[in-house]
């Protein structure tokens, strides 16, 4: 082949080449960006950090954290609406969301909702922090001792400077405003979506779970394992929601519910120790004392608050076995009702007992003791009308001569009988005025009943 062939070819092979490459070059771009029609759809899961925070809170969070990860989830999102809570669960939920190698989202939400206390600290640990419009979060001081005593205001000190360097570790470790973060611990400061976005609390302002995946995809957060950028514009979003245990404890961890348990803890053993053998009202109030003993013990009561209440059902029980005209029944309801402030008056206002709900088992229980003991006045009052006792006023018919003894027909039967009245014949009317062993003291009397003819 000649030279002049040999270049021609050569041109002809690079113009092939290059048509060959200019039209399989955009479909190469296509096929390589374009995901597979079989590929699922990224999963962000929601958790729900609601009401209280308690331990069965905690075990919710961190078992919900747990499960995102096993099922391959983008992320989590924690839904937030507290008053707060108890800083070891508290500290436990952080932990967990610190150490996640899973994209943690805080959203506090919906409208109204707030973040207070520990949902502070669970805003701050999250990799992502946003709120919804019209809520606000802060108020993180610590409560949960009494400001009464020196040893006391300490122990208040100790626990508010821990909270702080706590807080602002967070703080530090996911960039957020560190400054605001110590006002709200010590002086219990609150903001707005709005003034938490300015200051650099939270990343940005979501209207929904929906709203935040849309705004937030594309974002890289750093996790315990690296970096990762997120793919949550087109995610679906499944919750995780309590299971039984987890809601059988936080229906625990309610103080109210723990006060109720130990009303009818008392009124059980109340029940079984005036009717003994009774065996269901034990049972049943033997259960509720062990439950309300578990929900006190989440909450961490006063204990004088229990021994006040316990020393008032001894009282009560005491008044059924000793008559006291209601003295003892008052001194137990007065001991209840104090035991029964006692008991959460050194925590926050929503882990505190309801003052309605103490006033009325009060009431009840007052109620209950008055009819009982009417009931028992009432019954001392009566005349005896069975037994010995019984005879007592009934009248019968003499069928000897007494004189001074003899026998009488009463109540259906004869009996030996005297009189200090002098001699009475046969066949005349008598009344019983009293005994003596087995025999009848009698005196006539003018009435005879028709059965003692």
């Known amino acids: 082949m000649s030279p002049s062939h040999l270049h021609l070819a050569g041109a002809l092979s690079l113009v092939v080449t290059a048509v060959t490459i200019a039209w399989a070059a955009p479909w190469g ?8 029609p079989h590929r699922a759809a990224p999963v962000v899961n929601v958790v729900r950090l609601e009401g209280i925070v308690g331990p069965a809170t905690a075990r919710y969070v961190i078992r919900g954290l747990g499960e995102a990860m096993r099922r391959g989830a983008e992320a989590i999102v924690v839904v937030i609406d507290t ?6 669960s508290t500290d436990d939920i952080t932990k967990a969301m610190l150490n996640s190698p899973l994209p943690v989202l805080a959203l506090v939400y919906p409208r109204g909702a707030r973040a207070a206390s520990a949902g502070v600290f669970v805003v701050y640990a999250a990799n992502i922090a946003a709120m919804a419009p019209a809520t606000h979060l802060g108020a993180a001081h610590p409560v949960g001792l009494g400001t009464g005593s020196g040893g006391e205001r300490t122990e208040m000190t100790k626990l508010t400077n821990d909270a702080v360097a706590d807080i602002r570790g967070i703080a530090a470790h996911r960039g957020r405003n560190a400054v605001w973060a110590e006002r709200a611990v010590r002086q219990s400061e609150s903001i707005t ?3 938490a976005l300015r200051l650099h609390v939270i990343d940005l302002i979501a209207a929904s779970p929906r709203d935040l995946l849309a705004k937030i995809d594309g974002r890289t957060v750093r996790t315990a394992a690296g970096t990762r950028r997120l793919a949550t514009a087109n995610a679906q979003v499944a919750e995780i929601p309590m299971d039984t245990t987890e809601q059988f404890l936080s229906l625990l961890g309610d103080p ?3 006060f109720i348990l130990m009303t009818i803890a008392i009124y059980g053993i109340i029940f079984e ?3 003994p053998g009774s065996v269901f009202p034990g049972v049943l109030g033997g259960l509720a004392l062990i439950l309300a003993f578990v929900s006190f013990a989440v909450i961490a009561v006063n204990v004088a608050g229990l021994l006040f209440i316990g020393f008032s059902l001894i009282l009560f029980i005491a008044d059924i ?12 309801i007065a ?14 206002p929503f882990l505190r007992i309801s003052l309605a709900l103490i006033v009325t088992v009060a009431v009840l229980t007052a109620a209950f003791f008055i009819v009982a003991i009417g009931a028992g006045v009432r019954a001392q009052a009566r005349r005896v009308v069975t037994g010995r006792e019984g005879l007592v006023g009934t009248v019968g018919v003499t069928r000897s001569e007494l004189a001074p003894s003899g026998t009488v027909f009463v109540a259906g039967e004869l009996w030996k009988a005297e009189t200090a ?9 008598v009344r019983v005025v009293g005994l003596t062993g087995l025999r009848l003291n009698v005196r006539p009397t003018e009435n005879v009943p028709k059965e003692a003819r």
Request: charge should be positive.
């Open 29 to 36: 771009a296509v096929a390589a960006v374009a995901p597979s």
């Open 321 to 332: 076995k000793v008559p006291s005209h209601g003295v003892l029944t008052a001194g137990g």
């Open 335 to 348: 001991s209840f009702v104090f035991g029964s402030l006692l008991l959460t008056e050194q925590h926050a």
């Open 193 to 195: 979506a709005q003034e």
């Open 83 to 88: 008053p707060g809570g108890l800083l070891k």
């Open 421 to 429: 009245g002098g001699v009475i014949p046969p066949g005349k009317p």
């Open 256 to 258: 109210n519910v723990g």
């Open 273 to 275: 120790l005036s009717n």
